[in-house]
């Protein structure tokens, strides 16, 4: 007991410490080692077995049932026929018996889009509507009255005229030969005039804004005129002519053309 406390040998006391120490730390691991061996063993011998599968029974085979025949007939029947399949009866689906909600709203919405656009047609005929406004005073209209300078002795020539709108508010215009005229004079001989040619000046309406023209032309023939536009013979000759425009309650416009 005294060398287990007391240790003797020739080398130093600690060293034979440090070994005793080693030695019995490599026999706790050994003996913790063993001990954790023969744990496993026993619980994986006693663990607890699973259940077996229970065996599998088959489902009930489903025999269909035998279709009736004469002989399945109650003794009491009127009748020996087979009683039809029940699978041969169709069975009636409801679209064959009630109207398709479907075609319903589709009509009833074609009648809404047809209205609407009824509507719709209604209010931009409304919008669309002009204004009447009324007849041009005369004093406020402004003719003009242009053409060739120089005609060639019995030939056409085409004059351009027009009345300027020079009130403040918008009026409607209209040139008919009862209510202008175009005369060619010469010093007091009357050569041509539209009161004899109403053909040569057709009705023209016009709705004037401020300051906006009405626009028309009449063509002469380069002949005297007569009733019903009838030509004389007597033919003008070369020398000066005016032509003079006409409008109901507006002044008189002049343009000089000379026959050469």
Known sequence: ??????????????????????????AVVAIGIVIALVGNAMSAGSAVQ??????TIPPPAVTAPPSPTASAVPSGSTTGSPAPAASSVAPTTASTTSPSPTSSSTASEKKSTAS????????????????????CDGSDLRPTLTGDRTVKVGKKTTFSLSLINGGKKTCTATVKPSSATL?????????????????????TKRTLLPEHALT????????????DCSTSKV??????YWAIANFDGADDVRFRVILG
């Not at 699973?50 to 065996?55: F, S, Y």
């Not at 609407?116 to 007849?135: E, F, G, H, L, N």
């Not at 028309?216 to 009733?227: A, M, P, Q």
């Open 216 to 227: 028309w032309k009449v063509t002469w023939s380069g002949e005297r005129s007569g009733d």
């Open 50 to 55: 699973a259940e077996p599968v229970p065996p």
């Open 235 to 240: 033919k003008p000759k070369k020398g000066y």
């Open 116 to 135: 609407t656009k009824s509507t719709a047609k209604d209010k931009k005929d409304k919008s669309t509507k002009q204004p009447v406004y009324a007849a």
């Open 183 to 203: 005369t060619i004079v010469s010093g007091g001989d009357r050569i041509w005039s539209t009161k004899d040619c109403p053909a040569a000046l057709p009705t």
């Open 1 to 26: 007991m005294s060398s287990v406390l007391h240790p003797v040998g020739p080398e130093p006391r600690e060293r034979y410490w440090v070994r005793r120490l080693a030695v019995l730390v490599a």
